[in-house]
């Protein structure tokens, strides 16, 4: 009931609005669709051609010459490396087609047999103590600690160039007690190796005495011939088989595995619903073994035990010595020295005081996101409203970080950003190439899709519901972050080496921030909006905003087209700053840049659109009431599913919104204008924005600050029945990085408010650095978010996402 009307009210107003302002609407139409309205115009033949060059649009390269030039084997030193983010331990190539090696395990006493207990995807619900990168160099090796109940796996590997398809490397995996009892427990390893579909090669188990594998053997298109040799070095193996088949796809390899267990399990008679053994279990050939793409080698020993794996190239034919054994060792000695001298001299933690504990938190941190960095290659499915089913994206690579190995394990834009700065600043050479590969998904409408789902074991991954990308849709244009923070601190290296290239990205640039500039406008000149809210849903106590990266923080009640979003405003001026940067360091023209960027910078027009007089904070605006709750309901009966009455939280509107600022609503979108440094050094707002910050009963907290102030209406408030709160209240550290580096900048620049804004970044400073070392201590990981009430981890984890850049706060680089 009190939906229609609310509706009727809307509906109202918004005709009222845009007769206002009707004058400037056919402007901001693209080309295309003007053309297209035209043509229907003059005939309906002509109709179907442009309907089909709309519909085909959504899914067409941007259509200059692609970014990424080399890739595979044009770069031989980051040919091979562990870009399986998703798994605990494999390394791969950056082909589109690889073959790819993997860890599993398992507790032979306590594997179930549903296959509870048997590790291969990074996954929560394994419940492992901690597991991570402690060092990696996103080129030449690693060293990684995987603690499983009574057990640490350590993982490391170092790579050794030779020949002409990307070297040789080597890997060891030790299984050692965690505590000096829990020597003698009984654990499988198995390694494999498989080739991917398509991937034009084969492979072969080699077999020695008594049927034991000692090796694989094979030959594909990327790698030219291969050997892998497999090696026990410490401890005794009880047990050894072997597993050569075929399995349907990468995404199946642990069912594939489990199978052959159970089949061997049963010959063997045991009881088959306790658990899988008891005794031993051993990988039975399943009959499968010509042309295998699948081979499996089982070793059980008791902790502590160690194998190494040793991969050698066919045309790495002057090979003095073999990368194992005391060679291995001091090669990995090596690396791991190089590496240590390196962190020191990008990060300086030594310098600055930081223990030996916290630097080596520091390099956990900065490597699990380096050492999480894959290489996809696949199709998404993309829509567009000329569409009338998803249809797939071109095929296409893409090399990226991930936010978290075990819950997000692909690409996802508007983190990719944050990750770009501590990629950077260690390697600028690969940013520049996760920078190149993601513009080159750009479409020819200047649209990059937001999350990346790539290849079958991407997918396996990915609820249904998310999988579709819609063109109408924004993802804050982080990009503009990195490539700022590059030209801040590696303009030396940028104008030098890749000149070029940034030149070429320049076009791109050029058309993805007019991408944003025209579809995210807003009614009002000056004004954005973010696209995506569903308009009529009354299932959610706030429409969401997935677009903007912050899903549930509170927008205004109703969305429509009035809405203006104070944050996207403000990522467009700063992008709009950043081209002209650009523009200025290519020598190209900066006017328009610099044009938009100054207007959308003054300070007055920003005021008069989103300073809220009536509460003196920064919001956005719209059709809102705070006067919504959830109640249980009945479904209208079209929708019950059967006889019985079902009860459903529906949301209810308790007052008729109206238009005004959504200004009882405190939290990170108000802080945009002070996070992006839209706010100039003298106003009084940036006073207003700093008290108001520092504090706690809004947002300031000892643990970093809050997404949502305590006082907002639907602070900590569920969405729908089972939608938790996200973004309204948990701390988030990209967003306190932005307000420590926004902070940062305010108490260097002259200003009224120096000495506050240098209080605020000392201690907030702090207090995210305590805090967030302190939940790894206690709990082994980093999080995707942190309790506002007690700074307790929460959400999913490894997150080395952009949590990781608490090592760039240690650092004080921003
Ligand atoms: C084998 O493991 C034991 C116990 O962890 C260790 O002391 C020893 O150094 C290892 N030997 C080799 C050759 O790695
Ligand atoms: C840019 O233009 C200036 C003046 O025209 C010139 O001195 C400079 O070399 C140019 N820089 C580049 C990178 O082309
Ligand atoms: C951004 O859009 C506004 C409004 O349409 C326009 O005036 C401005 O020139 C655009 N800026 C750039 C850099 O294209």
Redesign the pocket.
Known sequence: MARSKTQEKHTKIKAKLVNASSAKTSNNFPLSMNSAIGVICIAIAVWFVAKGYLETRVNTPYNVEKLVTTSGLDIPDRYWGTYRSGVYFGLKTRDPHSLVTGLMWYFPRSLRYDGNGFRHWCDQGDKLNRYAWLEHDGRTFGVQEIVDNSVVIKTTFVKRPGGYHGGDWTARIAV?PEKEYDKGEEVSLLFYTAIEESTRGWIKANLGDYNRLTGIEGNTKGLGSFIINLNL???TIEEHSFLATVASGLNVLKETVLQNLRIATEKGSMEKHVVLAGEQLLLLSDGKKEDPNFVVTQVTGRA?F?IEVSYESGSFSNRIDKLTGKNYDEALEKQRQLFSTKFESVFKLKSKGYTDDEITFAKMAFSNLVGSIGYFYGTSQVQSTYTQEPVPYWKAPLYTAVPSRSFFPRGFLWDEGFHGLLISIWDTEIELDIISHWFDLMNVEGWIPREMILGQEALAKVPEEFVTQINTNANPPTFFLTLDFILQHKEHELLKHNFQLLDKLYPRLQTWFSWFNVTQIGDLPGTYRWRGRDETTNRELNPKTLTSGLDDYPRASHPNVIERHVDLRCWIAFAARVMAKLAETLNYSTNKYEETSQYLSDNNLLNKLHWSSNTQMYSDYGLHTDKVILRKSALPPHKQRSHTQSLEMLRVVLEDPSLKYVDTTFGYVSLFPFILQIIDPDSPQLGKVLQDLRDPDLLWTKYGLRSLAKTSPLYMKFNTEHDPPYWRGPIWINLNYLTVRAAYHYSNVKGLYRENARKIYEELRKNLIQNIIKQYKKTGYLWEHYDDSDGKGKGSHPFTGWTSLVVLLMAEIY
Do not use: H, V, Y
């Open positions: 050692l070095i410490n401890g502590p160690e």
